[in-house]
């Protein structure tokens, strides 16, 4: 024990250490370290809230395409048809029509409008009327249905309602901040329920 | 031990060197670089698995889908004929009581896996599936409608009144008037005349025709072509809980029972081998809603009636339950006998045989007999596996269905609009073909417990 403590009291004597060329490169080499480090980590402060508003614009998006691609697909016929609005009878799990409880699959008429980038979807009571939610934000464009006809491939997806579509095309895009980048969501569901007169012969 | 020395020494020595720390400095910085890297892959991963459960999604519900095709298929393919076997298509045997069969069918296709419950009724065939991919689990439920019309057999005459499964023969004379079909010819021959109801028609078998003698007149404009299939009596526990105690009684005069007209001694009635004859001018009217018989004979202007208002079966049990031998006449009436169904309402009076597919037995009606009622009520013989014989002005007012009809004699059947009405009861549950996907609805994912509806949630 006393021979350690003779032997530390000596290298704390001793005055040898680093070089200063070893210091200089070592203290340049440690800047430059933490001024990436720093630089990175502004970056990650600046956009992070950024990202994770995108981020949670597509989640929502991924979930509305979920959703109508649902109701689309258990649907019985589309009773309204632009590009920006879908009119849809479908079956909802909903104890009555514009209800919020859970309940038997219920037909119900479902409507969704998009305007200005956001999306919002009404489930129409049995008396009219409905409660409106908004279902998706930040959107490129407004433009996010098409009409098919699902028996007839060579059918452009331009179709009105009159015409009985039975296959609807969805498509979300999610802009970038600087107008390059953007993000598009896309996907198409025939109406599995699907009913409708034909035209009068 | 050897070496300790060596190795302190050597420590020491780098301690007190004065050389760099150039590659604890590299070994630092990659380490450094590599948590940048791990942290880049992880929110690349992160942000890959919501697309990865899309896709999951979605072959899960291909799975569901070609659980219900499964279904389908089994049942379209593999026909049922009542509640004892309903579940056999998966099989299963028997529904519960809710009419869900017990049995949970389940398969793999591709990477995934299904599991489907089914509920079928006379119409619908309910399925629920599940479907599971990765971890993913999907449930549908398809309530698929028949495509085919109601089966032949509930209304065997909804369509003809006339029926001889093997031919339909008339001669001298002989008049049907009524809508007739055979699996065989028509040969109508001597004066013989067919003539349909207005709008109806005729049909024979694939490939068979109407074979026309002299005088005879075919008034059915198009021949139809076709085949037919009846379905056999269905007497349930008739042979053994039936009212043929009311017969008993009648003929020793107890009151309660049906009534005797006329000398009881006219009436024979053997209660054990089920064989009643009346004869003489007697007179039997029947109150009850089902008798048993194996073999009834009328003869030398006896009658048998019906209470007003009731509806009487009467069911001819088989000739192998019977003891009966090969040939012999279950129904026989001759010499001016009648049995009549006055004042019953339509479809009430009907006779029933059972028959038998290796002892051939026989209906004789001759000798300006009469089976027949008013023709606005309706009376109907089915004995799809008993020839019938027509002859010397026997008439029949209603419905007749058998094996073969033999018509002769200025033998007549007329028909009765309201025959077309009569259900043939007992009739065991036709479950049809022809399933067609119907309403599709997504269910909650999870699935219900095990003692619940497979359909909860959905």
Redesign the interface.
Known sequence: MARLVRALGRRIADERGFTLPELLVATIIALMVAAGGMLVLQIAVRTQPQVSERAAQIQQGRTLMETISRELRQGESVEAATESSLEVMTYVNSSFCGSTETGPATLCRVTYTCAEGSCSRTEHGDSGGGTTTQVAAGLLDSSVFSYCDATDTGTACDLTAASYPTYVGLELAYPSDDGEEAITLADGVALRNHFAPGPET | MMRLPHHSASLRRR??S?R??AVP?VLV?MV?AFG?ASAAVVASVS?QQ?SVR?QN?KSALAAADAGVSNAMLRYNRLSTTGAGDICAPIGGTAANADGWCPIQAAGTIDRGSYAYWVRPTETELQVVATGTVDGVTRRV?VVAQSAQSPPQGTQPFADFSVIGLDFLNQESNARITANAATNGDITLDSNAQLTCEPGGGAQVGDGRDVIEGSNAHFNCGTLLEGSLSLPPVNQGDVATVNDNDRITMAKAGQSGGDTISGNKNSVTWDPTARRLETRANVSLTLGGANYSLCTLELSSNSNLFVVGGQAVRIYFDSPEACGLAPGTAQLRMDSNTSLEATGSEPGDLALLFVGSDSIPTSIELASNTQANGPCEQSFVVYAPRTDIDLASNAHICGAIAGKSINAASNATVTTSSLASEFELPNTETQYFLGYE??????C?ATPPAPTSAPDE??
Do not use: I, N
């Not at chain 2, 996907?437 to 997504?442: A, H, K, R």
């Open positions: 301690l007190r004065e760099a720390f400095t910085s450094a940048l942000s919501g899309d999604t439920e996907p119907g309403t599709f609805v997504e909650s949630g959905c």
